[in-house]
């Protein structure tokens, strides 16, 4: 007669198991948050870029100057008639969605029209000549349009997201970065 061996595993071998996998888990979670928010923060970038397009368009149609825009504020006191960028750009955008950053998590597009602020310092300039508190500095130097928070500080503090006069984007991680 032959005996069946039947294979178990003692209660500490499966403490040390779980134990094992949940170390494992604790590891891996906090770099599967930063490539989640480091993919929201590309397609942040990705709809600044959009942004930037349809500045260009804007200019051509508005004899090279740039729009007139106001930055709508997350406060009660804004006042309603002023221009902002989902008003003015909402022809060349295409989609107003455009505007929203996946990782707004503050509310702040649902608050505002956008979760982008403007750079009420180009207001109406000539494109091709834009000044800076009377200073001229070179497109790539200007930003246009950028995060209205941090919305990426996972990423680093302080990480915001930038489009610039030449159409360049960029994100800053301010000290203490990770890359």
Request: charge should be positive.
């Amino acid at each position: 007669m032959q005996r069946s061996s039947a294979v178990a595993f003692s209660l500490i071998e499966l403490l040390v198991t779980i134990a094992i996998i949940a170390t494992l888990a604790a590891l891996i979670l906090p770099a599967l948050g930063r490539a989640k928010e480091s993919g929201r923060a590309t397609v942040c970038r990705s709809n600044l870029h959009q942004i930037g397009l349809a500045l260009q368009i804007y200019v051509g149609e508005n004899k090279n100057l740039m729009p007139t825009m106001y930055d709508q504020s997350t406060g009660t006191n804004f006042p309603t008639n002023l221009s902002t960028i989902d008003i003015v750009l909402s022809n060349q955008l295409g989609s107003l969605l455009v505007l929203y950053c996946p990782s707004d998590n503050a509310r702040i597009f649902q608050q505002t029209g956008s979760s982008y602020s403007w750079n009420l310092l180009v207001n109406g300039q000539d494109a091709d000549h834009l000044r800076i508190m009377a200073n001229a500095y070179p497109p790539t130097r200007i930003p246009l349009v950028f995060d209205k928070q941090s919305f990426h500080a996972v990423l680093g503090s302080n990480a915001v997201n930038y489009l610039y006069a030449d159409g360049h984007t960029k994100n800053f991680w301010v000290l203490g970065t990770k890359k």
